[in-house]
């Protein structure tokens, strides 16, 4: 009996947590969805398209033109390497739109200003 109920409250718990993520990571004015975004990058808003995605997933497929910095490497250090600046225009995506989502808060930490993520995938935006 103790096991279902402890079984029970992990589950609300996970189902809890994801709902509330969800409700966090859509800002209209921020998260970008997949039209939208087409639109945005073919009428060059974005100075940067940045996937935050694991290396191997990098690998596998991207979009072109996009630039990888794993969520994990994001600092001052590695979007100066990459000649990212606080001043530019960026869209963010990944497999994930939590991941996406933490790059987006990464760089506003940094100072970053015209921060953007998708919502959904890179692929609709192709």
């Known amino acids: 009996m103790n096991g279902l109920i402890l079984i029970a409250i992990i589950t609300i718990s996970i189902v809890l947590y994801n709902l509330y993520m969800s409700f966090v ?14 639109e ?5 808003k974005y100075t940067h398209i940045l996937d935050v995605r694991m290396k191997t997933g990098w690998e ?4 072109p033109d996009a630039i990888s910095i794993p ?6 250090k590695t979007l ?13 995506y990944s497999d994930s739109n939590i991941c996406a989502y933490r790059a987006y ?17 890179y692929i609709n935006i192709i």
């Open 105 to 121: 808060k990464k760089l506003k930490k940094l100072s970053f200003v015209k921060v953007y993520y998708l919502l959904g995938s």
């Open 80 to 92: 100066a390497e990459n000649n990212i600046k606080p001043n530019e225009t960026i869209l963010i």
């Open 40 to 44: 945005q990058v073919q009428s060059g």
């Open 25 to 38: 990571i859509y800002n209209h004015e921020v998260a970008i969805l997949p039209g939208t975004a087409k």
């Open 60 to 63: 596998h497929n991207h979009f």
């Open 71 to 76: 969520l994990h490497k994001i600092s001052m």
